[in-house]
C-alpha cells in the first residue's frame, strides 16, 4: 500500500476532523452502557459493552475480530495484518468501568452521558472507553482515506481491569502466538496534570484481599452479652490500627523487601514538576496537613512508595438510627500498592503473619485474595518507541512530555513483558484530575481531539520503524 511522506496525515487528520460530531456521539453511545465488572449485577452491561467493541472494531475495518472467552468477562481480539514487512504494534484498552456509587454525588446520572464546558461526564469517559475509542477511531480513519493502516495492528480490549484483571495473565499467556507484536501501546493510563504534558514510564503493582474477623457464630445483643462477648468491629480495628506507624508508612516486617530503587530520571521529573503540595490538598477537599510535605515527599509517596490501603469496612449495622448488636463478624477490603522488585504473594504472605500475629485471642481470621496480584512496572528509558510517543506529544501539546511514575496499577506491563517479550508505551489522553474512581468522572473533549491527531502521527511514524520481527 502506498503511504504519503512522513508528517502527510492531511487526509486522515481531515476525516477525523469532518466527522468529529458523530465520533463524540458514538463515545456517548458507549458511555451509556452500564458495564461494572466488579458487580455481577451489571453483567448484561458487560455483554453489551464486549459486542459494542467487538462491531466498531469491525465497522473500522478490522478484517478478524474476535471475542474471546477469558474464564472471567470476555475480551476482544482484532487484527490487521495487511501490510506485509511493516512493524506489529498490539493496541490495549478495557471496556469495563468502576461502580458508579455513591449516586447521590452524581451532578447528572453516571450512565447518562452529559457535556459541559468541552468536557464529558460520565462514568467510563475517562478510564477507559474514551481513550479506547481514539485508536478505533484512527484505524477507521486510515482505512476509509487509505483503504488500510500503513503498519499491522492487533487490538486486545479487556472486560475486568477495574477489578484486578484476574484473567488477563493467562488468557495472554494462551493466546500469545496470535497477539505477537513488536510493541505494545496502551490506550490506557493517563496524563499526570492537565497543564503539563506527561509520559507514564512506570506504574505501581496491585495485591487486592479482603480481611475478616469472625466472633460469635450470630448476632448479639449488646445488652445480654455486651464485655464478654467477642466484638469483631473491636479486634478488626485494632489490628488494621497496626499495620501502619505514625507518619501513616506501612509497619508490617518483610512488607518491602527486594525493593529496588527507582529511575533516577523520574526524581529528576518530581523536583521539575512545580507541583504544590498545598494545592493538592486543596483539590481533595482535605485539610491541610501540619507539617506540609513538600513536593519530592509528596510525589515520592504517591508514585515510588508501596502502600497498604483501606478501601471499605463493614459490619453489624449501619443504617439509619440504632440497632443494639455485638455483630457476628466485620471485615475490610484491602489493597496494597507495589513498586519494582516487590513479588504480590511475598507481599501477601507478610501480611498475613502480621495480621495472624496481632489478632487478639478469640476470634477467627480469615484472609480472602482477589486474583494473584500483578507486580510493579517499569520501562526502559532507551526504548526507541518512547522517544517517538514524546516527539509526538510535544508536536500535538507544544511542550516536552516529562518521564513520571504513575501511583497507580494497569498491571500490562508486566504481563505482556513475561508472556510476548514486547515493551509497553502508555499513549492515553486522559488526565488524573478527571475523577474516573469517583462520582463526576469526565473527559476533555479537547483531549480526545488531540488524542485522535497523536495516534494518527503515531501509527504514521511507528511505520516508519523498518520490518517487524514479531507478529504479523
Request: aromatic share 8%.
Given at each position: 500500500?502506498?503511504r504519503?511522506?512522513?508528517?502527510?496525515?492531511?487526509?486522515?487528520?481531515?476525516?477525523?476532523?469532518?466527522?468529529?460530531?458523530?465520533?463524540?456521539?458514538?463515545l456517548?453511545?458507549?458511555c451509556?452502557?452500564e458495564s461494572?465488572s466488579?458487580d455481577p449485577?451489571?453483567r448484561?452491561?458487560?455483554?453489551?459493552?464486549?459486542?459494542?467493541?467487538?462491531?466498531?472494531?469491525?465497522r473500522?475495518?478490522?478484517p478478524?475480530?474476535?471475542?474471546?472467552?477469558?474464564?472471567?468477562?470476555?475480551?476482544?481480539?482484532?487484527?490487521?495484518?495487511?501490510?506485509p514487512?511493516?512493524?506489529?504494534?498490539?493496541?490495549?484498552g478495557?471496556?469495563d468501568?468502576q461502580?458508579?456509587d455513591?449516586?447521590?454525588k452524581?451532578?447528572?446520572?453516571?450512565?447518562?452521558?452529559?457535556?459541559?464546558?468541552?468536557?464529558?461526564?460520565?462514568?467510563?469517559?475517562?478510564?477507559?472507553?474514551?481513550?479506547?475509542?481514539?485508536?478505533?477511531?484512527?484505524a477507521?480513519?486510515?482505512?476509509?482515506?487509505?483503504?488500510?493502516?500503513?503498519?499491522?495492528?492487533k487490538m486486545?480490549?479487556?472486560?475486568?481491569?477495574?477489578?484486578?484483571?484476574p484473567?488477563l495473565?493467562?488468557?495472554?499467556?494462551?493466546?500469545k502466538?496470535?497477539?505477537?507484536?513488536?510493541?505494545?501501546?496502551?490506550?490506557?493510563?493517563?496524563?499526570?496534570?492537565?497543564?503539563?504534558?506527561s509520559?507514564?514510564?512506570a506504574?505501581?503493582?496491585?495485591?487486592?484481599?479482603?480481611?475478616?474477623?469472625?466472633?460469635?457464630?450470630?448476632?448479639?445483643?449488646s445488652?445480654?452479652h455486651?464485655?464478654?462477648?467477642?466484638n469483631?468491629?473491636?479486634?478488626?480495628?485494632?489490628?488494621?490500627?497496626?499495620l501502619?506507624?505514625?507518619?501513616?508508612?506501612?509497619?508490617?516486617?518483610?512488607?518491602?523487601?527486594?525493593?529496588?530503587?527507582?529511575?533516577?530520571?523520574?526524581?529528576?521529573?518530581?523536583r521539575?514538576?512545580?507541583?504544590?503540595p498545598?494545592?493538592?490538598?486543596r483539590?481533595?477537599?482535605?485539610p491541610?496537613?501540619?507539617?506540609l510535605?513538600?513536593t519530592?515527599?509528596?510525589?515520592?509517596?504517591?508514585?515510588?512508595e508501596?502502600t497498604?490501603?483501606f478501601n471499605?469496612i463493614?459490619?453489624?449495622?449501619?443504617?439509619?438510627?440504632?440497632?443494639?448488636?455485638?455483630?457476628?463478624?466485620?471485615?475490610?477490603k484491602?489493597t496494597?500498592?507495589l513498586?519494582?522488585g516487590?513479588?504480590?504473594?511475598?507481599?501477601?504472605?507478610?501480611i498475613e503473619?502480621?495480621?495472624t500475629?496481632?489478632?487478639?485471642?478469640?476470634?477467627?481470621?480469615t484472609?480472602?485474595?482477589?486474583?494473584?496480584?500483578s507486580?510493579?512496572?517499569?520501562?526502559?528509558?532507551?526504548e526507541?518507541?518512547?522517544?517517538?510517543?514524546?516527539?509526538?506529544?510535544?508536536?500535538?501539546?507544544?511542550?516536552?512530555?516529562?518521564?513520571?511514575a504513575m501511583?497507580?496499577?494497569?498491571?500490562?506491563?508486566?504481563?505482556?513483558?513475561?508472556?510476548?517479550?514486547a515493551?509497553?508505551?502508555?499513549?492515553?489522553?486522559?488526565?488524573?484530575?478527571?475523577?474516573?474512581?469517583?462520582?463526576?468522572?469526565?473527559?476533555?473533549?479537547a483531549?480526545?481531539?488531540?488524542?485522535?491527531i497523536a495516534?494518527?502521527?503515531?501509527?504514521?511514524?511507528?511505520?516508519?520503524t523498518?520490518a517487524?520481527?514479531?507478529?504479523?
Amino acid at each position: 500500500m502506498s503511504r504519503p511522506a512522513r508528517g502527510e496525515i492531511g487526509d486522515v487528520k481531515a476525516w477525523l476532523e469532518s466527522h468529529a460530531e458523530a465520533m463524540v456521539e458514538e463515545l456517548k453511545a458507549f458511555c451509556r452502557i452500564e458495564s461494572v465488572s466488579t458487580d455481577p449485577a451489571y453483567r448484561a452491561g458487560i455483554t453489551a459493552a464486549a459486542d459494542f467493541v467487538a462491531d466498531r472494531l469491525t465497522r473500522a475495518g478490522f478484517p478478524s475480530v474476535e471475542i474471546v472467552p477469558t474464564g472471567g468477562h470476555p475480551a476482544i481480539v482484532a487484527e490487521w495484518c495487511e501490510t506485509p514487512g511493516a512493524p506489529t504494534i498490539l493496541v490495549y484498552g478495557h471496556y469495563d468501568v468502576q461502580p458508579p456509587d455513591p449516586l447521590e454525588k452524581w451532578k447528572t446520572p453516571p450512565f447518562e452521558p452529559d457535556i459541559r464546558d468541552d468536557r464529558l461526564y460520565a462514568r467510563g469517559a475517562s478510564d477507559d472507553k474514551g481513550p479506547l475509542m481514539v485508536p478505533i477511531l484512527v484505524a477507521e480513519a486510515f482505512s476509509r482515506t487509505r483503504g488500510g493502516l500503513p503498519l499491522n495492528v492487533k487490538m486486545f480490549v479487556e472486560g475486568e481491569e477495574e477489578s484486578g484483571s484476574p484473567q488477563l495473565s493467562p488468557t495472554v499467556a494462551r493466546l500469545k502466538d496470535r497477539l505477537a507484536a513488536d510493541l505494545v501501546v496502551s490506550a490506557d493510563g493517563a496524563m499526570w496534570r492537565a497543564d503539563l504534558p506527561s509520559v507514564t514510564v512506570a506504574s505501581r503493582g496491585l495485591l487486592a484481599f479482603d480481611v475478616t474477623v469472625g466472633g460469635a457464630g450470630k448476632d448479639l445483643h449488646s445488652g445480654r452479652h455486651g464485655g464478654s462477648a467477642p466484638n469483631p468491629v473491636r479486634a478488626l480495628v485494632t489490628v488494621l490500627a497496626s499495620l501502619h506507624d505514625e507518619t501513616g508508612r506501612v509497619a508490617v516486617e518483610g512488607f518491602a523487601d527486594n525493593t529496588t530503587p527507582p529511575d533516577p530520571a523520574i526524581l529528576d521529573a518530581i523536583r521539575a514538576s512545580d507541583f504544590d503540595p498545598a494545592g493538592y490538598y486543596r483539590s481533595i477537599g482535605a485539610p491541610l496537613p501540619d507539617p506540609l510535605p513538600s513536593t519530592e515527599e509528596l510525589l515520592t509517596r504517591q508514585w515510588l512508595e508501596p502502600t497498604l490501603e483501606f478501601n471499605g469496612i463493614s459490619g453489624g449495622y449501619s443504617g439509619a438510627g440504632m440497632k443494639t448488636v455485638i455483630p457476628s463478624s466485620a471485615s475490610a477490603k484491602i489493597t496494597c500498592r507495589l513498586v519494582a522488585g516487590q513479588e504480590p504473594g511475598a507481599v501477601r504472605q507478610a501480611i498475613e503473619r502480621h495480621l495472624t500475629a496481632a489478632m487478639p485471642t478469640g476470634f477467627e481470621l480469615t484472609i480472602a485474595g482477589h486474583g494473584p496480584g500483578s507486580a510493579a512496572f517499569a520501562l526502559d528509558p532507551d526504548e526507541p518507541a518512547l522517544a517517538i510517543t514524546e516527539d509526538i506529544l510535544e508536536e500535538v501539546l507544544g511542550a516536552r512530555p516529562l518521564r513520571v511514575a504513575m501511583g497507580a496499577t494497569i498491571p500490562i506491563g508486566a504481563v505482556f513483558k513475561q508472556h510476548l517479550g514486547a515493551p509497553l508505551v502508555f499513549f492515553s489522553f486522559s488526565t488524573a484530575d478527571e475523577d474516573y474512581h469517583a462520582p463526576n468522572e469526565f473527559f476533555r473533549l479537547a483531549s480526545f481531539r488531540n488524542g485522535l491527531i497523536a495516534w494518527a502521527r503515531l501509527f504514521d511514524r511507528l511505520a516508519e520503524t523498518g520490518a517487524g520481527a514479531r507478529g504479523c
